[in-house]
């Protein structure tokens, strides 16, 4: 059992890791806590819970072990603390969720606790989506299919699970000949609107772009938030190399034209390529 005001030194706490945790959290949100912790609420956590988030997964593309681990425990403070505040609201409690989590797993898995047969990966996502549905249906009147997408997701990833359940009702390209159509399409009606100079317009169809964009990502079998994160990481990357390269000559980036990035952009790349294997 937590204690609530639990003021003994905490390498004096004991039970199990989980109430060693939710003791020290208790302790932060206490009468003679952190004031920091003591002033946040759901809203205010918002932003770092995202952080948190985003830094395990730049641990991950890393596939660094130590970074990982050190990177879910920060994201596990928020848990923490969410939980902290539902209590007091009398909402629900660290135990609560994990329970809960533990009973969803139980039910979404039901050719491991149950009697359902799935067995491929594409089969068990089937079967996830499925029951994922029904249990949305009961909790929530939804008036569109598209309520089941998140709105709080990131663009990209929001705008694919969007295409996945149109796909799975039969909204989609015959095949991936469409989509890249589709692609130029949009091209030449961002040409148009840039010609005109309507900058509302233009701003439309970057995003009617975008969403193309997405959509062949999503028929090449292709995470368009891991690409575009990828592909960030390699820019930021070859970036650094750039800079790097100048201060060997004691230059900052700003101190040269457009030339001398260009070449040691380059560079960069060769470097990069050699270093990887990578074929830019």
Known sequence: MCRGDDRRPVEDLDGSPWERFESIIKRLRGPDGC???KKQTYQSLTPFVLEEAYEVVQAASENDGDKIREELGDLMLQIGLYSAI???NQHFTLA???NGISDKLVRRHPHVFGDRKADTPEQVEKLWAEIKSNERGKRLQRSSLMDQVDKGLPALMRAQQQQEVAAQVGFDWPDVQGVVEKLHEEISELKEA??????AQ??????DLLF????LARWLGVD???ALTRTIDKFSKRFRLMEAYLKQDNLTIREVGLDTLDELWE???????KEGGEKA
């Open 35 to 37: 004031p920091w912790d």
């Open 86 to 88: 539902a209590e007091e």
């Open 96 to 98: 609560d969720v994990i």
């Open 194 to 199: 840039w010609d005109k100079n309507d900058q």
């Open 202 to 207: 233009v701003e439309s169809e970057i995003g």
């Open 212 to 215: 193309a964009c997405v959509n």
């Open 224 to 226: 368009a938030e891991v």
């Open 267 to 273: 560079k960069a790349k060769d470097g990069e390529n």
